[in-house]
């Protein structure tokens, strides 16, 4: 599973990433892959802050929010782009199975959609 976000040390950041965690999503079945333009030592710097049980991918180059049509700029901040919030779970086939990509920055991943599609692809007996 991809979740694709803004910034590292972001409020909207910290809230949703210790939300996932109460919720439990680092025992799923399927790894939980963060993603974010951050380089990798802030991202090390923000998993030790927040004693996250997840990974993070720095994606600094933009080329895989690029690849999955998420990029965008953000306003105020010339010459930066950021992806849009996302979320997508991914079959063993490497196909997308679910996916969802906010609106805005700071709605809330819809949770319970998430944790049907990944109990789906457990139900499935997807090679997971």
């Known amino acids: 599973m991809l ?3 803004g910034f590292a040390f972001s409020a909207i950041a910290e809230n949703w ?5 109460r919720k439990g999503w680092d025992e799923f079945p399927v790894p939980v892959y963060g993603i974010s333009r951050d380089g990798p030592y802030a991202q090390n710097a923000f998993i030790r ?6 990974s993070m991918f720095s994606d600094t180059d933009g080329q895989a929010s690029e690849a999955f049509e998420l990029l965008t700029a953000r306003e ?3 010459g930066t782009s950021t992806p849009m919030r996302a979320v997508f779970v991914i ?3 490497r196909t997308v199975a679910y996916r969802w990509i906010a609106d805005d920055w700071i709605s809330p ?5 998430v944790e049907a599609a990944v109990r789906r692809l457990s139900d499935d007996g997807e090679n997971i």
């Open 3 to 5: 979740v694709f976000f």
């Open 17 to 21: 990433w210790k939300q996932y965690d």
């Open 49 to 54: 802050y927040l004693n996250s049980p997840f």
């Open 76 to 78: 105020g901040m010339a």
């Open 91 to 93: 079959d063993g086939d």
């Open 109 to 113: 991943v819809p949770r319970k959609e």
